[in-house]
């Protein structure tokens, strides 16, 4: 009795790994840093008039009052829909069977930088600012107003930048991972039912 040939363990590359991490972390802030922005200029430029809809907030303030909303949003869509299937075939084959290994790992990048500048964060002591302000509210107490160059101080430019390029990050990088978490164990297919054909 002949013995059986051994299998072939098709084993990932960890090039393929981090490749496709960095492939899901630049989604995630391109997502945050981006597509979020967009969808808002996007809607107050050609939706909103088709529907006559008015508002007296500029854009930009509709954008920071809506802030979590217009990060998360499209990040856990994005997630969900799992645009890396578009990419060219080579590219998929080189991250095969990372989409729900390395995607659930996208918030892990943004939050590494959101611990880092929070711990590196030091309240301004200048009589201007008033009362000392935590870290914790300087990142996640978002601004309403954007800074214009008609008014730049209606907000601080610094703190708006970093809630744009900290902040959405953070929150895009624990929607989109959660986004494929939901793809993964669909969640949102119909259930079936027996006996229908």
């Not at 088709?50 to 856990?76: C, G, K, N, R």
């Not at 309403?144 to 703190?159: E, G, H, Y």
Request: charged share 10%; hydrophobic share 50%; glycine share 4%.
């Amino acid at each position: 009795m002949a013995s059986p040939e051994p299998v072939a363990i098709d084993r990932k590359s960890p090039l393929g790994y981090v490749a496709a991490f960095i492939l899901h972390t630049l989604i995630v802030y391109t997502c945050a840093i981006n597509l979020s922005q967009w969808l808002v200029f996007h809607w107050f430029r050609w939706v909103a008039p088709i529907f006559s809809v008015s508002t007296s907030v500029p854009p930009p303030d509709w954008y920071l009052q809506h802030f979590e909303l217009m990060t998360i949003l499209p990040a856990l869509l994005t997630g969900y829909v799992n645009v890396a299937r578009f990419l060219p075939s080579a590219y998929r084959t080189l991250l095969r069977e990372s989409r729900h290994s390395i995607a659930t790992w996208a918030w892990v990048l943004p939050t590494l930088v959101l611990l880092y500048r929070m711990l590196e964060y030091r309240a301004p002591a200048s009589v201007l600012y008033g009362s000392s302000m935590t870290a914790l509210k300087y990142f996640f107490e978002i601004q309403t107003v954007a800074p214009t160059f008609q008014n730049p101080l209606a907000s601080d430019p610094i703190r708006v930048w970093a809630q744009f390029s900290v902040t959405a990050p953070f929150y895009a990088g624990v929607a989109y991972s959660l986004g494929t978490l939901a793809s993964k164990h669909q969640l949102l297919k119909p259930p079936t039912v027996r006996g229908w054909h």
